[in-house]
């Protein structure tokens, strides 16, 4: 089964960038969709983005224009470039893959997770 590696996650000001990087440990053709979800102490997993070769690249609400997913298939890696950050992007970081998606924002949907990498934005 693959295995996801996240990294990149760190401390930053408001209005500053940060690019996390998802790690996949092997290819396999069964994976179609790559999201991200962040999630903070005592709530749910948040949907961040997702892209897929059929469905194309889809972004929550409170992201869009400023986050940007993408996947560098040569290097089999999911990348979440931050811009503008704000206090409230603060949260851990996780990327998933799924063989057969739904919903890009349902959890269940999704087969595989990272760890997680924190990122913190302060004021």
């Known amino acids: 089964q693959v295995q996801l590696a996240e990294s990149g996650g760190g401390s930053v000001q408001a209005g500053g960038t940060l690019k996390l990087s998802c790690a996949a440990s092997m290819r396999t053709s069964a994976t179609n969709y790559w999201g991200w979800f962040r999630q903070v102490p005592e709530k749910a997993r948040e949907f961040v983005g997702g892209?897929?070769?059929?469905?194309?690249?889809y972004y929550a609400d409170s992201v869009k224009g400023r986050f940007t997913v993408s996947r560098d298939n040569a290097k089999n890696t999911l990348y979440l470039q931050m811009n503008s950050l704000k206090p409230g992007d603060t949260a851990m970081y996780y990327c998933a893959a799924s063989t057969d998606l739904g919903n890009w924002y349902r959890e269940r949907d999704y087969q595989t997770w990272g760890q997680g990498t924190q990122v913190t934005v302060s004021s």
């Open positions: 892209t897929s070769r059929e469905a194309g690249t």
